[in-house]
């Protein structure tokens, strides 16, 4: 078995300066770099774990709890952890909540029994059971998507996105607006995303018409049944634009829409946030607000990784966005 002191050996430098090498500890001339990385090729050489972690009281692991890892905005979440973590020698232990918000206690408890160096939980809600539990932890613990208080949080500018998207239906002349989301229970999405709608309606003076808003449960599915919903409704008067929390509940919603023969944006409009890789394909094609998911996990982890080496990171960080004006508006 390779040792470390055959990578020394074999590169040509003291076995002092390959530990510097592999630890990201301290400074390695580019020269001994490119000699240990080569010697580690040639070998094969794999860096006992389980020794640095005595040495370092590290595992070099993060825990990182999803919502539901088969979502894109998952997926990009975990490309932008990855790319952090991989530049700072670090490996991600997934786990998925299956949209079970109880199940992000247990995985914060889970995740700790298996000593890794910090959580990164995408959060769906501020139960005080949770909070309870990232307080109790003994690692550091990064919120993305919720605000939870003493605790560091990176969100999404909900209030603020969703308000861009109602005035853009407004400056696109549309004025009876209607509203598709998800439960209360989800503070950032459920709550954040509806009272921005209703404030901006109201702003602008424009009518608030209860049965032109309906609630789903982030699939494709609910978002077809609550437009049903709005049109069998909506018998005196139809939404002429209807703004969906979620790109997969527009692209049921848009369904229903063309199976009552109303044509987009003509008849009515469509807007949405999440900007998956569908909503640009689907026709026409959906505008929708892009949260640069990939970036947000990028900096989720770098706030993490600083917690985690005993800095004090921002508490509260809110993450950008941008409109993409398509063709269903």
């Not at 979502?71 to 909540?97: C, F, P, W």
């Not at 995408?122 to 307080?135: C, F």
Request: aromatic share 6%; hydrophobic share 35%.
């Amino acid at each position: 078995m390779t040792t470390i002191n055959d990578i020394a050996k074999l590169a040509g430098v003291s076995r002092s300066t390959v530990s510097r090498y592999l630890n990201s500890n301290g400074y390695v001339s580019e020269d001994a770099t490119q000699k240990i990385t080569k010697a580690i090729e040639e070998t094969g050489y794999l860096p006992s774990q389980s020794a640095k972690s005595l040495r370092t009281k590290k595992s070099g692991v993060i825990g990182v709890i999803l919502p539901k890892i088969s979502t894109e905005t998952a997926s990009r979440v975990i490309t932008g952890v990855n790319k952090v973590l991989q530049s700072n020698h670090y490996q991600m232990l997934l786990t998925d909540t299956s949209l079970e918000s109880e199940k992000e206690i247990e995985f914060i408890r889970l995740l700790q029994s298996r000593h890794v160096d910090g959580i990164l939980l995408l959060g769906t809600n501020q139960e005080p059971a949770l909070i309870q539990a990232i307080e109790e932890a003994n690692v550091p613990i990064i919120v993305l998507g919720q605000e939870i208080a003493e605790t560091i949080s990176v969100t999404y500018p909900d209030y603020e996105a969703t308000q861009t998207m109602i005035e853009y239906f407004i400056e696109q002349h549309y004025q009876r607006i209607g509203f598709i989301g998800v439960d209360p229970s989800d503070p950032a999405v459920g709550q954040i995303r509806k009272q921005a709608y209703e404030d901006t309606l109201k702003k602008h003076q424009l009518p608030m018409n209860e049965n032109w808003v309906q609630i789903g449960d982030f699939s494709i599915e609910s978002g077809y049944q609550a437009m049903q919903t709005i049109l069998e409704r909506s018998t005196d008067e139809t939404p002429d634009a209807v703004f969906v929390v979620t790109d997969r509940m527009a692209v049921g919603a848009m369904q229903c829409m063309k199976e009552h023969q109303l044509q987009i944006p003509a008849d009515i409009a469509i807007a949405t946030t999440g900007a998956s890789t569908l909503s640009q394909y689907i026709e026409p094609s959906l505008t929708t607000i892009d949260f640069l998911n990939e970036e947000a996990g990028e900096k989720a982890t770098e706030l993490l990784l600083e917690a985690i080496n005993g800095k004090c990171p921002q508490k509260k960080l809110m993450h950008n966005y941008r409109l993409l004006k398509r063709d269903s508006v």
